[in-house]
C-alpha cells in the first residue's frame, strides 16, 4: 500500500496539527456560522416586524457604518492585547446582545430599534481582524499558505450551510428559541478561544502603568506606525487598491443577483439557490489547490492571474443566457478566488512586523469597507439606467484594466514578480 505525502496526510488527519490551530479552526467555523445565521435572523425579523424594504435597507447602512468605524480603532488594540483577548471580548459582546435580544422578545418586545440596537452593536466586533492577526503567531511561516488555505475555504463553505440552515431554523423554531440558540454558540465560541495559548505581546506594546495623556499617546503612535508601513510599501498599497477595486464590484453585482436570474436568466427561487451555491463550491475546490502549492512565497504573477479571471467572469456573465453556463463561470470565479484572498493575506503577514499587523490589516479592511457603499450606489444605477448585462459588463472591464495594470508594473518594475517579498520597498 502506498504510503500517503505528508502535505496530504496534514489536510485528511486534522488531529496533526498543533492544538491551537485545530482550536483556532475550529473556533472561527463556529463564529462564522454564528455570524452568518445571526444577521439572517436579525434581517428576517426586522422585515416581518416593519414589513418595510427601506427598512432592511437601514439594517444594511447600520451593520455597515458599524464595521466600517471598527476599523479605526480596531488595529492599535489589537497590537497592544492578546489578540485571543481581543477575539473573547467580540464574542462577549455578542453573545450578551443575542441574549438580550430573546429575552425581549419573550417579553414581548418586538420594535424595530431592537433589530437595529443588536445589529450595530454585533457588528460593532473586531474578532475577524483579530483572528487573521493572530493565524501567524500559531504556524509556521512554511506552513501558512497551507493553513491559511485550509481555514478560507472552510469558513466559506460553513457560510454556504449557514444560510439554508438558519431559514430552515426560522421556519421550525421560535425566534426567541433562535436567539438564545444563537447566544450559546457565541459563548461555546468564546471558551474555545480559552483554550488557545497565546504569548502575551511585547511589554513595550501594553499600555500598563501609563497615565490616560501617555495611553492616547501610546495609542496614536501606534495608528503612525502602521499607517507609515503601510504607506511606505508599495506592494501593500497596490493589494490594498486591488482589493478595494475587487469589493467595489462585488458589492455591485451581489445586490442584482436575483433580477440576474429571474430576469436574464429566466429563472426562479431554486435557480437562485443553485447560482449562490456555485462560487463556494468553487471555492472549496481552490481552497485546496491553493494548499498544494510548496513554499511561502507570495506568487504575485498567480495572484494578479486569479484577479484576472474574477474580471473575465463577469464579462462572461454578461452574455451568457443559460444557468449552466452561468453556474461554470461562477465555478471558475470561486476557483480562483482563494489564489488572491490567500497569497494577498500572505504578503501582508511576511511584510509587516508582528506588532503592527493588527493596524495594517485594519487599514486594509477600511479600505475595502469604504468602496462597499460606492459599489452599491454604482450597481444600482447602472442596473436601472443600462440593465444588469452592462453592469455585470462594466465590473468586469474594471477589475480587468486594474488588475492589468498591475500585471505591467510587475512587468516593467518587477521583473520577477514571485521573487522574495522583502526587496519591495
Not at 91 to 100: F, I, K, P, Q
Not at 335 to 341: S, Y
Not at 363 to 385: D, E, F, H, N, Q
Amino acid at each position: 500500500m502506498n504510503r500517503l505525502s505528508p502535505e496530504i496526510e496534514s489536510y485528511i488527519h486534522p488531529r496533526r496539527w498543533s492544538r491551537d490551530f485545530a482550536w483556532l479552526y475550529a473556533d472561527q467555523l463556529l463564529s462564522v456560522f454564528a455570524g452568518t445565521c445571526g444577521t439572517f435572523v436579525l434581517s428576517w425579523l426586522l422585515y416581518e416586524a416593519t414589513g418595510s424594504k427601506v427598512a432592511m435597507g437601514g439594517l444594511w447602512l447600520i451593520s455597515f457604518a458599524s464595521q466600517w468605524g471598527v476599523q479605526l480603532l480596531a488595529g492599535p488594540l489589537i497590537d497592544r492585547w492578546k489578540r485571543t483577548a481581543v477575539m473573547q471580548l467580540s464574542e462577549a459582546v455578542r453573545a450578551v446582545v443575542y441574549l438580550a435580544a430573546g429575552l425581549l422578545w419573550i417579553a414581548g418586545e418586538r420594535q424595530a430599534y431592537i433589530f437595529y440596537t443588536a445589529s450595530l452593536i454585533s457588528s460593532f466586533v473586531m474578532y475577524d481582524l483579530a483572528s487573521g492577526a493572530l493565524l501567524p503567531k500559531l504556524v509556521s511561516s512554511e506552513d501558512l499558505t497551507r493553513k491559511n488555505a485550509w481555514i478560507s475555504g472552510s469558513v466559506q463553505l460553513m457560510r454556504t450551510f449557514a444560510f439554508p440552515l438558519a431559514g430552515l431554523g426560522v421556519q421550525a423554531l421560535e425566534p426567541a428559541t433562535l436567539l438564545l440558540l444563537l447566544s450559546l454558540q457565541f459563548t461555546a465560541s468564546f471558551l474555545c478561544i480559552r483554550r488557545i495559548r497565546e504569548t502575551p505581546p511585547p511589554v513595550g506594546q501594553t499600555s500598563h502603568g501609563q497615565g490616560r495623556s501617555g495611553a492616547v499617546a501610546a495609542w496614536s503612535g501606534q495608528i503612525r506606525a502602521g499607517w507609515r508601513v503601510f504607506s511606505g510599501n508599495r506592494l501593500l498599497i497596490a493589494l490594498a487598491l486591488f482589493v478595494s477595486v475587487t469589493s467595489f464590484g462585488v458589492s455591485a453585482t451581489q445586490a442584482m443577483y436575483i433580477p440576474y436570474i429571474t430576469e436574464v436568466l429566466g429563472g426562479g427561487a431554486a435557480e437562485y439557490g443553485w447560482f449562490t451555491a456555485a462560487f463556494p463550491c468553487g471555492y472549496v475546490l481552490g481552497s485546496w489547490a491553493v494548499g498544494r502549492i510548496k513554499g511561502s512565497s507570495p506568487k504575485l504573477g498567480i495572484m494578479l492571474a486569479a484577479l484576472l479571471i474574477g474580471g473575465a467572469t463577469y464579462v462572461g456573465l454578461s452574455f451568457v443566457r443559460s444557468l449552466p453556463a452561468a453556474l461554470m463561470i461562477e465555478l471558475a470565479a470561486g476557483m480562483a478566488m482563494p489564489f488572491w484572498n490567500v497569497f494577498s493575506s500572505n504578503s501582508f503577514y511576511r511584510l509587516v512586523p508582528e506588532q503592527v499587523l493588527g493596524q495594517v490589516l485594519s487599514i486594509r479592511l477600511l479600505l475595502m469597507k469604504s468602496a462597499g457603499p460606492l459599489g452599491i450606489i454604482y450597481g444600482t444605477y447602472c442596473a436601472a439606467v443600462y440593465g444588469i448585462p452592462q453592469l455585470f459588463l462594466t465590473v468586469g472591464l474594471l477589475i480587468m484594466a486594474v488588475t492589468g495594470t498591475g500585471v505591467a508594473w510587475t512587468i516593467i518594475f518587477r521583473h520577477n514578480p514571485a521573487g522574495d517579498l522583502r526587496k519591495y520597498p
